[in-house]
């Protein structure tokens, strides 16, 4: 009696365990009739323990399972646990079709769960032709149009849409060209060259004017305040104090603290013939004229300073303004740039959009 119960107990605890272990294995076919060409979905389901390996059969595309029926392609295998993690479904589902009409009988598919083979029962497949009629076979129909597409606002909103963002942008754009190029900075930060000494600018001056002598033939006043100008501005740069505001008298008083009164004599004499001709309405010989020039001429070259040709460049400073508004129109030039990118990329998308729409 007492072995009974044991082996009761013993029963009812292995019980449970063989239903945990219990391997349950089905292949099923959504539909079993198809017409020649149809896909359906063939499924496989395996039951059994969370902890035992499953190897599903390896079908691949276009694989026969029979001389009738192939495989298409692998749908995908899902993995399921069941009664609280203690048992796991695996699905495995294939797209099959058929290109032969014939009553189909599929072999039973196998699995392995643990090194084990567990077949599934067999499927039958009716596969059907395509009727077609065979007595009135001049009867056929026409083609029929192309049909368009009905029209839809839908379609079309995104296309609006960026090309609403595109004008808007090219609106903000140009409004900032605008504002750029009305308050750009004339300033160009360039190396600069040598300055040209003050007698050399001189001499430049006087030569052109002896290239155009009718000045001193036919308007001498114009001829000598061309003359005393280039004097003045000579004795500006030359001696550092501002001849063009002076009188030729002051000129002359300045320049005696500087040198004798022999050495400016003929100086003296041109400005004095100078103030004649375009004050007192005073008419020069053409002779008197060159003399006069060559008097100039004189002065230059006595008084001139010759400038060392090995003489650094002066450096360039920057005003800290001047950098700030270089920022400033650099920072406006890249944000024009970005926008002018976003406007033309919205732009190209919506016509994108419209060409595959259209199509």
Same mark, same amino acid.
């Given at each position: 009696m007492k072995q009974f119960k044991t082996f009761l107990i013993l029963l009812t605890a292995w019980m449970p365990l063989m239903g945990w272990s219990q391997v349950v294995f089905e292949a099923r076919i959504d539909t079993l009739v198809l017409i020649i060409g149809e896909q359906r979905e063939l499924t496989l389901d395996v039951t059994c323990g969370a902890k035992q390996k499953i190897k599903m059969p390896d079908f691949r595309p276009q694989q026969p399972i029979t001389e009738e029926v192939e495989v298409v392609e692998l749908l995908g295998t899902d993995t399921t646990l069941l009664d609280e993690g203690k048992r796991m479904q695996v699905v495995q589902r294939y797209t099959i079709t058929a290109w032969d009409s014939a009553f189909v009988l599929l072999p039973p598919f196998s699995v392995k +769960?643990?090194?084990?083979?567990?077949?599934?029962?067999?499927?039958a497949l009716k596969v059907l032709t395509v009727p077609v009629d065979t007595v009135h076979v001049d009867q056929f129909f026409p083609h029929k149009d192309i049909q368009d597409?009905?029209?839809?606002w839908d379609d079309w909103k995104p296309v609006i849409g960026f090309v609403i963002l595109s004008l808007i942008v090219m609106a903000v754009l140009f409004w900032l060209f605008k504002h750029w190029r009305e308050n750009k900075p004339l300033i160009q930060?360039?190396?600069?060259?040598?300055?040209?000494?003050?007698?050399? +600018?001189?001499?430049?001056e006087i030569e052109r004017i002896k290239g155009e002598r009718k000045w001193a033939e036919e308007d001498s006043k114009e001829y000598y305040t061309l003359l005393t100008d280039i004097l003045r501005n000579y004795i500006r740069e030359r001696y550092d104090f501002n001849a063009m505001e002076m009188t030729s008298t002051e000129i002359i008083e300045r320049l005696l603290q500087e040198q004798d009164e022999t050495s400016l004599s003929e100086l003296r004499q041109l400005f004095q013939t100078a103030d004649l001709v375009k004050f007192a309405k005073w008419t020069t010989m053409i002779n008197e004229n060159d003399a006069n020039l060559v008097n100039a001429i004189d002065f230059i070259n006595q008084t001139k300073i010759e400038v060392d040709p090995n003489a650094p460049e002066e450096e360039i400073i920057v005003p800290e303004e001047v950098k700030q508004i270089k920022a400033r129109s650099m920072t406006m030039k890249i944000i024009m740039s970005l926008l002018a990118t976003?406007?033309?990329?919205?732009?190209a998308y919506a016509i994108y959009i419209a060409i595959d729409i259209i199509r």
């Open positions: +769960v643990d090194g084990k083979d567990y077949l599934s029962k067999q499927l597409n009905p029209f839809s930060i360039i190396r600069r060259k040598r300055k040209l000494p003050a007698h050399q +600018v001189a001499m430049n976003i406007a033309f990329c919205a732009l």
